[in-house]
T-cell receptor, first 119, second 115 residues
Framework: AQKITQTQPGMFVQEKEAVTLDCTYD???????LFWYKQPSSGEMIFLIY??????QNATEGRYSLNFQKARKSANLVISASQLGDSAMYFC????????????????FGAGTRLAVHP | DGGITQSPKYLFRKEGQNVTLSCEQN?????MYWYRQDPGQGLRLIYY???????QKGDIAEGYSVSREKKESFPLTVTSAQKNPTAFYLC??????????????FGPGTRLTVL
């Protein structure tokens, strides 16, 4: 079963407008973490924001906020006041507890959403 | 500056050859990871290491091998047994293994092409 679903292969937004990138996840664990990463054309993965499953408030980091709806299992990324430099691939990822080891052994990534910011 | 370095940035390999991708971190992180990324897809875990001299297979370990002799270094060898090795390889590290909230820091990646 797919763990992380990003249903938008590509998104366009006008500079200075806000944009929401969708992410839904699937897990039976009660303790997990959700991450968003940005990947510019250079290839490096840049950490943007984190939301813990027990966090009651939505995470915010500057222009990034995470709209966390636990019952719906969604963790959408909202970018406010888009800039040209925001054009990149965006990946949603989840870290859940490994069944056998008890540790959090890996990030499970979605397929990504390519965001293009137009002037 | 603390960070993760990967070398080389681009690597070309002939079929049947083994190649080793380098990953070094000076963040004093215990855990290190190798991911593979194919065009238009997310990352998939190849191997991970929680601590020196220990490593575990990820989702797509076949045709790859790793070692973790030093805390700072986690090299990945792509062997001739890997049927389709052309991909973008990313190394990552995190402070430790046991907490869900520790983000992984990524290196700049190595793009491997098999000729």
């Amino acid at each position: 079963a797919q763990k992380i679903t990003q249903t938008q292969p590509g998104m366009f937004v006008q500079e200075k407008e806000a944009v929401t990138l969708d992410c839904t996840y699937d897990t039976s664990d009660q303790s997990y973490g959700l991450f968003w990463y940005k990947q510019p054309s250079s290839g490096e993965m840049i950490f943007l924001i984190y939301q813990g499953s027990y966090d009651e408030q939505n995470a915010t980091e500057g222009r990034y906020s995470l709209n966390f709806q636990k019952a719906r299992k969604s963790a959408n990324l909202v970018i406010s006041a888009s800039q040209l430099g925001d054009s990149a691939m965006y990946f949603c990822a989840m870290r859940e507890r490994a069944f056998f080891s008890g540790g959090y052994n890996k990030l499970i990534f979605g397929a990504g959403t390519r965001l293009a910011v137009h002037p | 500056d603390g960070g993760i370095t990967q070398s080389p940035k681009y690597l070309f390999r002939k079929e049947g050859q083994n190649v080793t991708l380098s990953c070094e971190q000076n963040l004093n992180h215990d855990a290190m990871y190798w991911y593979r990324q194919d065009p238009g897809q997310g990352l998939r875990l190849i191997y991970y290491s929680q601590i020196v001299n220990d490593f575990q297979k990820g989702d797509i370990a076949e045709g790859y091998s790793v070692s973790r002799e030093k805390k700072e270094s986690f090299p990945l060898t792509v062997t001739s047994a890997q049927k389709n090795p052309t991909a973008f390889y990313l190394c990552a590290s995190s402070i430790e293994y046991e907490s869900s909230y520790n983000e992984q820091f990524f290196g700049p990646g190595t793009r491997l092409t098999v000729l």
